[in-house]
């Protein structure tokens, strides 16, 4: 096989549709626009949406809800990860340098999953209820910075 012996599947490639040469084609006279009206003419079109004048569906609808912008600006960190970090006093600057959060992360919440048998003094860093009985029950501490 060469590369200028490659072709398309068999009826993969169909011939352009010429519209508007005569009778015989079945797309002469109006070629497929139908009868008058604006869509019928060159140049003639409708933006999106739009019914004819009617108020559109997009602005009779009531506009409902809120993006946050910042929802993915604090990551979530497993106790595991405080655990395999094997550092003492850990930061968001520490969790971003060991690759434990994305570096766009604005901060940090610890969550209660995995397991943590070592102390560490948490400073800046966010936890749940449960995450924050397990740090304290090995001895570890919060900091609110």
Excluded: Y
Aim: hydrophobic letters at 40%; proline letters at 3%.
């Amino acid at each position: 096989m060469n590369l200028n012996d490659i072709k398309p599947g068999e009826g993969a490639k169909r011939p352009k549709r010429r519209v508007g040469r005569g009778i015989g084609s079945g797309l002469g006279k109006t070629a497929g626009r139908g009868h008058k009206g604006q869509k019928s003419r060159s140049g003639g079109f409708h933006k999106v949406g739009f019914e004819g004048g009617q108020m559109p569906l997009q602005r009779r609808l009531p506009k409902r809800g809120f993006v946050s912008l910042t929802a993915d600006a604090v990551a979530e960190v497993r106790l595991s990860t405080l655990e395999r970090l094997g550092i003492d006093e850990i930061d968001i600057a520490i969790l971003k340098e060991a690759g434990a959060i994305p570096r766009e992360s604005l901060g940090a919440k610890v969550i209660l999953a995995g397991e943590i048998t070592r102390a560490v003094k948490l400073t800046g860093i966010k936890a749940t209820k449960g995450a924050r009985a397990a740090i304290e029950a090995v001895g570890g501490s919060l900091v609110d910075a």
